[in-house]
Nanobody, 122 residues
Framework: QAQLVESGGGLVQAGDSLRLSCAAS????????MGWFRQAPGKEREFVAA????????YYADSVKGRFTISRDNAKNTGYLQMNSLKPEDTAVYYC???????????????WGQGTQVTVSS
């Protein structure tokens, strides 16, 4: 059974960095789009970033552009989200997701992880 597991979340101060990981198992995700979403309390799940499978084309939400970097290591079946210059408004549960066709910014992805909490204090 295909599964995504996030790790790397935590409590940091504004301006700090974190790197989230998304380990995939149960199938090979090298051809899948991998995306990151986040959800703050009382808010809808929002798109953060995505990367295509083989070509590595990336796309970012305006709110994180220039601060976050998405990447992947297909040999390890793992995706990453490097988050720099973190702000209190980045506080949320971060989810990784995968889908078979094309980058989209809505949560219509086929596979989801359980989420990892990121808290940024001011």
């Amino acid at each position: 059974q295909a599964q995504l597991v996030e790790s790397g979340g935590g409590l940091v101060q504004a301006g700090d960095s974190l790197r989230l990981s998304c380990a995939a198992s149960g199938r090979t995700f090298s051809s899948y789009v991998m995306g990151w979403f986040r959800q703050a309390p009382g808010k809808e799940r929002e798109f953060v970033a995505a990367i295509t499978g083989r070509s590595g084309i990336t796309y970012y939400a305006d709110s994180v552009k220039g601060r976050f970097t998405i990447s992947r290591d297909n040999a390890k079946n793992t995706g990453y989200l490097q988050m720099n210059s973190l702000k209190p408004e980045d506080t949320a549960v971060y989810y990784c997701a995968a889908r078979g066709l094309g980058i989209i910014t809505t949560p219509n992805y086929d596979y989801w992880g359980q989420g990892t909490q990121v808290t940024v204090s001011s």
